[in-house]
């Protein structure tokens, strides 16, 4: 129950955080419950030295979450030093202590360890796990977005050679084809103009700079082609890509779970094992009394 225990301290210890920021921040008895806190967590790291050794504490199979809550023990003990040399010193407003207050807050991951925020650990070790999944599917999004901005650039500067050659008011050009050739700079006067507007087709809606639909004009103007081209391409990064690495993810996830049981099944394992083997030694050290005890009464009996 001492994870348990410890995690309801550390949850605690960041609503303080966030109430002394808001509540009073100048109210000294914040200190004093950042001090009690801090205690809390010396007295936790003592705990488990003691019982498990300092080698095994710091080096065993544990060491980089042991090693992260020493850490961030030190930065709590750093903050209230630079507290009481800052109060009497007057320099409790340098940068080297607001950073030391908000490291404080890194502490929050500690939770993440314990059984009931399992599925929560699953979900953010399955998105570290998908970031080499996210990255190349980043890549190869960028890479096909970048096609179709240089072939709308090039689509759209041929058409401004025979759209609304005699003015954006004469009768040959139509309203959508004027709207376009309006807002053509805007839309696609280069590459990178013409990916930003792919890419807010595919997450922002494929408006105009008016607000208006894009789709609607580009229909009107360049004819059901187009817009047939632009579906096939959405469905492609839409059910194709982002399903590929929503799929990725789930795996990543699944098999980070069944990594983690059969991780919490050999620790229970090897605790068990660690309590039998105490046992032991201890009914041995009883016997070993025990017959001692059996035969000095023999012997003074025998006397």
Avoid at 18 to 38: K, Q, T
Avoid at 123 to 142: E, H, K, P, Q, Y
Avoid at 147 to 158: I, T, W
């Amino acid at each position: 129950y001492t994870d348990s225990v410890i995690g309801l301290v550390i949850l605690l210890n960041a609503l303080v955080i966030g109430l002394s920021c808001d509540n009073a921040p100048d109210w000294h008895g914040w200190s004093y419950i950042e001090s009690a806190f801090c205690i809390m967590y010396i007295l936790e790291i003592c705990l488990k030295v003691s019982s498990k050794g300092l080698t095994n504490h710091f080096c065993g199979e544990d060491w980089a979450w042991n090693g992260f809550d020493a850490a961030v023990v030190c930065i709590a003990i750093a903050d209230l030093i630079f507290k009481v040399v800052g109060g009497l010193s007057g320099l409790s407003n340098i940068n080297v202590v607001r950073v030391a207050r908000l490291a404080r807050i890194a502490k929050l991951v500690r939770v993440l360890r314990l059984h009931m925020f399992k599925e929560l650990t699953l979900m953010v070790n399955g998105c570290i796990a998908g970031l080499r999944t996210l990255f190349w599917a980043i890549v190869f999004l960028g890479f096909f977005i970048y096609c179709l901005g240089v072939l709308l650039q090039q689509v759209a500067s041929d058409s401004e050679e025979t759209w609304c050659q005699d003015g954006l008011l004469s009768e040959r050009c139509t309203p959508s084809q004027r709207h376009l050739e309006m807002y053509r700079d805007q839309l696609f006067g280069s590459v990178g103009r013409a990916m930003i507007t792919v890419f807010r087709c595919y997450t922002d809606g494929c408006s105009s700079v008016d607000g208006t639909p894009l789709i609607v004009h580009i229909w009107n103007a360049y004819g059901p082609f187009a817009v047939g081209c632009y579906v096939l391409c959405t469905l492609f990064v839409i059910f194709g890509i982002f399903n590929l690495v929503a799929a990725i993810f789930v795996e990543n996830t699944i098999e980070f779970a069944k990594r983690d049981d059969d991780k919490r099944r050999a620790h229970r394992r090897a605790e068990k094992a660690r309590v039998a083997r105490t046992l032991q030694q201890l009914l041995g050290l009883l016997m070993s009394n025990h017959d001692d005890v059996v035969s000095a009464s023999l012997r003074t009996h025998a006397q």
